[in-house]
């Protein structure tokens, strides 16, 4: 089956840093990605993982151990602005498919 | 703006209408995607297409739904008679075969049916 978890609400303050947890369970794997969602608007990119590691773009980051089937995305010096869903997505690639499998969102919510 | 365009953005129609939203990808993208997204969840995946082939369709993709991209740019999505059950979001993207793959979504077309 195809399974992706990660906490439905989190909270922070303006200034810290949160790490947003994903764990998947899917058929294939050709990577993960990472999508930022404000209320009422599109996804939109973050980060991408393929191999084991951690990728570093600006204030956020992104971690990836593929024999645990586990992520996090690493958000630093946190400003209202992030206040949106994180959005952690499998690329599929069974039986020469490509498709995104989504997480329900992890809301963060950025307080003053 | 060379971004992933949708249209129209919001449609409100009655229970049994017929709809049909329209997505216009990132000009270079060969790959155009379409998703479904209800509040709270993440975006589903309904159909994608390389090319003007449509190479994939989820079992949530019922027969009133149908999707085209007759020349291999823009693409259609259609849905008859619809539902309640069908208001949701409905998210295109596109991206380029290969490689990291990345897939850029567009604004949406958020449906509403009464």
């Known amino acids: 089956g195809q399974n992706i978890d990660q906490p439905t609400e989190m909270t922070a303050t303006e200034g810290a840093i949160v790490q947003i947890n994903c764990t998947y369970q899917?058929?294939?794997?050709?990577?993960l990605f990472w999508y930022q969602q404000h209320a009422g608007e599109a996804p939109t990119f973050l980060s991408y993982?393929?191999?084991?590691g951690l990728e570093e773009k600006g204030r956020f980051s992104s971690f990836l151990s593929r024999s645990k089937g586990y992520s996090y995305l690493l958000l630093k010096e946190l400003q209202m602005k992030d206040s949106a869903s994180y959005l952690c997505?499998?690329?599929?690639?069974?039986?020469?498919?490509?498709?995104?499998?989504f997480g329900t969102g992890t809301r963060l919510q950025v307080f003053p | 703006d060379t971004g992933v365009s949708q249209n129209p953005r919001h449609k409100i129609t009655k229970r049994g209408q017929n709809v049909t939203f329209r997505c216009d990808p990132i000009?270079?993208?060969?790959?155009l995607y379409w998703y479904r997204q209800t509040l709270g969840q993440g975006p589903e995946f309904l159909t994608y297409?390389?090319?003007?082939?449509?190479?994939?369709k989820s079992r949530l993709l019922s027969d009133r739904f149908s999707a085209e991209r007759p020349k291999g740019s823009f693409s259609t999505l259609e849905i008859q008679r619809t539902e309640q059950g069908d208001s949701a979001m409905y998210l295109c993207?596109?991206?380029?075969?290969?490689?990291?793959?990345?897939?850029?979504f567009g604004p949406g077309t958020r449906l509403t049916v009464l």
């Open positions: 993982n393929v191999l084991d």
């Open positions: 297409f390389q090319n003007e082939a449509q190479l994939e």
């Open positions: 993207a596109s991206s380029l075969a290969g490689g990291q793959g990345t897939q850029f």
């Open positions: 899917t058929s294939g794997f050709n990577g």
């Open positions: 000009s270079e993208h060969n790959r």
């Open positions: 997505a499998v690329r599929d690639n069974v039986r020469d498919t490509d498709k995104l499998i």
